[in-house]
């Protein structure tokens, strides 16, 4: 079964630092990562994406190939983005660019947890 993880609670991200979650450890699901991104109204634009590193604070964080969503302008936007777990290096967190912000911003993750 699949496990639901907040990656970023809704929020009016008026700046870029405001739409970045924290890294979230990856490490420990299976199989693909869903990540949903949800947009509300919006001033401006919003461009999120993931990035995945090799420790919980960050060290050598990257952008995933693949895994940015399409620019935003309008509101009430949904979009999904899959990610297989065995390809990021096991800590992964979302980077909304805001331009001209803010934008209601909620970010989740979709995943199945490893079962040892």
């Known amino acids: 079964a699949a496990t639901v993880v907040k990656v970023i609670d809704p929020v009016s991200a008026a700046n870029t630092a405001a739409a970045t979650s924290g890294w979230i450890a990856a490490r420990?699901?299976?199989?693909d990562l869903v990540f949903?991104?949800?947009?509300g109204a919006v001033t401006g634009s919003i461009t999120g994406k993931i990035q995945d590193a090799t420790d919980s604070s960050g060290t050598?964080?990257?952008?995933?190939?693949?895994?940015t969503f399409?620019?935003?302008?309008?509101?009430?936007?949904?979009?999904?983005?899959?990610?297989?777990?065995?390809?990021?290096?096991?800590?992964?967190?979302?980077?909304?660019?805001?331009?001209?912000?803010p934008a209601l911003t909620s970010v989740c993750l979709l995943a199945r947890p490893k079962i040892v």
């Open 70 to 101: 399409t620019a935003v302008s309008a509101a009430n936007d949904l979009q999904k983005i899959t990610v297989p777990a065995g390809s990021i290096r096991g800590w992964v967190r979302y980077v909304g660019t805001i331009v001209t912000g």
């Open 28 to 31: 420990d699901y299976e199989g």
């Open 36 to 39: 949903v991104q949800y947009i």
């Open 60 to 67: 050598g964080s990257a952008d995933v190939t693949g895994a």
